[in-house]
């Protein structure tokens, strides 16, 4: 503290002396005053800044984002499940009555579309092939009684030139001829559905070494993994008796339960940021592509649909998750992401950071912040808009502020 030097009282200068003195003792008295009052007085903390070099922010791998005024959108927090798309799932089922007598696949087996999955032992099929050759052999006969005709009624058709034989023969002639043309085509008919049918109960491609003309093969008729499979050898089906189920387990979607509050601002083409529960710090995008226009009669919630964004891996089939669900947006409001949120000696801040060079100069301000809701975080005072802000690795630019705090940088 500086010194302060007073002239003391003399008792030569009487009066004059006197009044001298007082004057100096009290201009000595405020000299005194203001220098305790200067050293008592609260010190503005220095802001805490930092300017990392090249290498420093290199190793750091900073990622880097800016407060941005945006619509504020509320969010809710509910689980959900994955599933397959039901669009990408066929449950396959008997398409007759009989008795099992193989199974070809297994959960998890990748099948091809028309691959055969379940042999059943049915009359229906004998009974199909047995119409088949009697539509085949009354297909020979019309055929046969066709040509027939046709060369009766041109034998016919000369003969009247010829004036050897009455229109009216020549006239039956040719409504024989007609008759025989339909019923050669219906004959036709008759042997299609016939073979229609056999194609329906067999199929078309490749045919197992354990069938014979009893069985009946049930072939999937789209490509995928098997999800699950209830035939069973032995057992007797009927038609539409579910048999196995084939899906794509790439195609996925999440169904999520809301409260018809929750779901009141929720719309096509929301965001969904989701995270399986044995991974919660993964986290992933969804896309809103439905919201029930019912309310669930038991759960009393409204089901909300979303689809995966593009080349986003989110998990396995039956799978739970924890999900967030942003709603319509609101008033403007100035945001930052919430990793960009730290909490350095009791205060709130948020790290700017300014371009010097190659390197980087950051600095902690200290913010208030207000809601926060769909990995972001409001400002409500401390930066303003399109503030440069860390927010990947703000941790480790935060302990680079730290280290600097300390006398010997450690």
Request: one cysteine or more; aromatic letters at 2%.
């Amino acid at each position: 503290m500086p010194s302060t030097f007073c002239f003391p009282r003399s008792r030569r200068f009487g009066a004059a002396g006197l009044l001298l003195g007082g004057v100096l003792t009290v201009a000595c008295s405020g000299a005194s005053d203001a220098a305790n009052t200067a050293a008592d007085a609260p010190v503005a903390p220095a802001a805490d800044t930092a300017t990392l070099s090249a290498k420093t922010v290199a190793i750091g791998g900073f990622t880097y984002d800016s407060a941005r005024l945006v619509p504020w959108q509320s969010s809710v927090t509910v689980p959900g499940r994955l599933m397959l798309d039901p669009s990408a799932l066929e449950t396959i089922g008997s398409i007759t009555e009989g008795r099992i007598t193989h199974v070809l696949v297994r959960v998890g087996d990748r099948v091809q579309a028309g691959q055969v999955l379940v042999l059943i032992h049915s009359h229906e099929i004998m009974d199909a092939r047995g119409s088949l050759a009697a539509a085949i052999a009354k297909l020979s006969a019309a055929e046969a009684e066709r040509d027939l005709a046709i060369s009766a009624a041109d034998r016919a058709a000369r003969l009247l030139e010829a004036k050897a034989m009455s229109k009216a023969e020549v006239e039956r002639a040719d409504v024989a001829k007609r008759v025989a043309v339909a019923m050669y085509q219906q004959a036709i008919a008759e042997r299609d559905r016939a073979a229609a049918m056999i194609d329906h109960l067999v199929g078309k491609g490749n045919v197992p070494a354990l069938a014979d003309e009893h069985d009946v093969l049930i072939r999937t008729p789209i490509g995928g993994i098997v999800t699950s499979r209830e035939a069973q050898p032995g057992t007797v089906v009927l038609p539409g008796s579910p048999l196995v189920s084939v899906g794509n387990p790439d195609r996925l979607q999440l169904q999520l339960h809301l409260s018809a509050d929750a779901a009141a601002g929720v719309q096509v083409g929301a965001t969904v940021r989701f995270a399986l529960t044995e991974s919660p710090t993964t986290t992933m995008s969804a896309t809103v592509t439905r919201v029930a226009p019912t309310v669930d009669t038991v759960t009393r919630t409204i089901e909300v649909i979303a689809v995966p964004k593009a080349g986003v891996r989110s998990g396995r089939a039956e799978s739970f998750v924890q999900a967030e669900i942003s709603g319509t947006g609101g008033a403007p409001a100035l945001v930052v992401p919430s990793s960009a949120v730290q909490a350095l000696d009791g205060d709130t801040v948020v790290i700017v950071a300014d371009q010097r060079g190659e390197g980087l100069r950051i600095e902690a301000v200290r913010v208030r912040t207000g809601r926060r809701a769909g990995g972001r975080t409001e400002i409500l005072s401390g930066v303003s808009p399109g503030r440069r802000v860390i927010a990947g690795s703000a941790a480790i630019a935060k302990a680079e502020l730290i280290k600097r705090r300390s006398p010997d940088g450690e």
